[in-house]
C-alpha cells in the first residue's frame, strides 16, 4: 500500500505507521505540505482568534479551540520570540495571562507530546524492513508565517523568516513553512522534493504521478531535490477576505531574473463555473526586483481561483501559478470585531 496525505492528513497517517503500528502494511507514505514540525499559522488562530481580514471569527475560533487535533498543528520547536529577550519558546511555554490560558497550555503540551510519539515510532522504525519510504513534498517561495513575537500588547504572528531558520530564503506554500513540511527525523535529501504549488493546490499536484511512477519502476530522481526543476512563481496571499475589502497580492519570481520583458497579470475567477464571460487578466505593478503587486476586488462572497501570468520570464517565457481565496459577508454572524 503506498498512501498519499495532504496537510494534516500526512501527521494522521504518520501516527497511524508508528505509533499504531500500521507500518507493517505499508510501502511508502508521500506527504504533501504536511505541517510535520506544526506551524505558526496555527498558534496565530489559537492564540488570537480566527480572522477574515480585520473581524474575528468568534464563534469558529471557540469552536476550533476545543479540538485537540487543532493543538496538533502547532510549532513544536521554539518558534516564539520574546522581546527583550534572547529567550525562545515553545507555544505550550506561554504563560497564562492575556494571551492564553491554562486550557491552551494543556492542550499544546499534550499534542507536543503526539509529536514526540510519532518521531519516537519513527525513529525505531527507521532501517527495519517495516519502515515505510516517506517522501515530503512541501512548497517553496510563497509568503508563510514563519514566527511569532511576544511583547506586552500580546502575540503577533509575522511572516518574516527567523534567523536561526535553516533556508529563510525557501519560504513555504503560503501555509507551513518548507522547513516544517519535513519531517523532524528526516534527514535524507533524496527522500524530500520541492514544488512551486501553493498549500490547496498541492493537493492535486503532478508530482505525485511523478513519484508514484517511480514505484512503478521507472527511474524518476529527477522528482526528488529541494528546489523545483525551473523558474516559479511565489505569492503573497491571505486566504481569506470579506467582501467588499480589497485582496492585496504579492508575486515573487523565482529561479530566473526578470527582465524588461518579464510581464505580469493576474485575474480572479468564481469557482462555481457560473461565469458567462472569461474574467479580465488585469496588469501587476512592479514593486521590486522580481516583484510585482496588485490588487483584486472580488464580486460577492464565494469562492475564487486567483490566477498569475508571467510572460517574458528568461529561459522559460511563460509561467503559472495559482491559488483559492474564500470571501465571506461581512456582516457573517460568526465575526466580532
Not at 281 to 290: E, F, I, K, M, V
Amino acid at each position: 500500500m503506498i498512501v498519499v496525505a495532504h496537510s494534516m492528513g500526512g501527521l494522521v497517517a504518520r501516527y497511524w505507521l508508528g505509533p499504531l503500528g500500521g507500518a507493517v502494511d505499508c510501502a511508502a507514505l508521500i506527504t504533501l505540505g504536511t505541517p510535520h514540525r506544526g506551524a505558526p499559522k496555527a498558534l496565530s488562530v489559537l492564540a488570537n482568534g480566527l480572522k477574515v481580514g480585520p473581524k474575528r471569527l468568534a464563534g469558529l475560533t471557540e469552536v476550533l479551540r476545543q479540538w485537540p487535533s487543532a493543538y496538533e498543528l502547532l510549532p513544536r520547536y521554539p518558534a516564539v520570540a520574546q522581546l527583550g529577550s534572547a529567550e525562545r519558546l515553545r507555544p505550550y511555554e506561554l504563560g497564562e495571562g492575556a494571551t492564553v490560558d491554562a486550557s491552551f497550555v494543556s492542550r499544546a503540551k499534550a499534542a507536543f507530546g503526539v509529536h514526540q510519539d510519532i518521531e519516537a515510532a519513527w525513529t525505531e522504525l527507521s532501517g527495519s524492513p517495516n519502515c515505510p519510504e516517506l517522501t515530503a513534498v512541501f512548497g517553496r517561495g510563497h509568503a508563510t508565517l514563519q514566527q511569532a513575537l511576544l511583547s506586552p500588547s500580546g502575540l503577533s504572528v509575522t511572516k518574516g523568516a527567523p534567523g536561526w531558520l535553516p533556508n529563510p530564503d525557501w519560504l513555504g506554500d503560503g501555509t507551513v513553512p518548507a522547513i516544517s513540511a519535513i519531517p523532524i527525523e528526516q534527514q535524507d535529501m533524496r527522500a524530500r522534493r520541492a514544488v512551486a504549488e501553493r498549500h490547496m493546490v498541492l493537493a492535486s499536484s503532478s508530482v505525485v504521478v511523478d513519484i508514484l511512477a517511480e514505484y512503478a519502476g521507472e527511474s524518476l530522481e529527477s522528482v526528488r531535490g529541494d528546489k523545483p526543476d525551473r523558474p516559479w512563481l511565489g505569492l503573497d496571499l491571505d486566504d481569506t477576505a470579506l467582501s467588499g475589502d480589497p485582496v492585496a497580492v504579492g508575486v515573487v519570481l523565482h529561479g530566473a531574473q526578470a527582465d524588461e520583458r518579464t510581464q505580469v497579470r493576474i485575474r480572479v475567477r468564481a469557482r462555481d463555473g457560473q461565469e458567462k464571460a472569461g474574467a479580465p487578466w488585469l496588469p501587476c505593478a512592479r514593486s521590486g526586483d522580481n516583484q510585482w503587486q496588485a490588487q483584486l476586488l472580488p464580486p460577492g462572497a464565494g469562492a475564487y481561483s486567483v490566477e498569475v501570468a508571467a510572460t517574458g520570464v528568461p529561459t522559460v517565457d511563460r509561467l503559472r501559478a495559482e491559488d483559492v481565496l474564500g470571501v465571506v459577508e461581512a456582516g457573517y454572524e460568526g465575526a466580532g470585531s
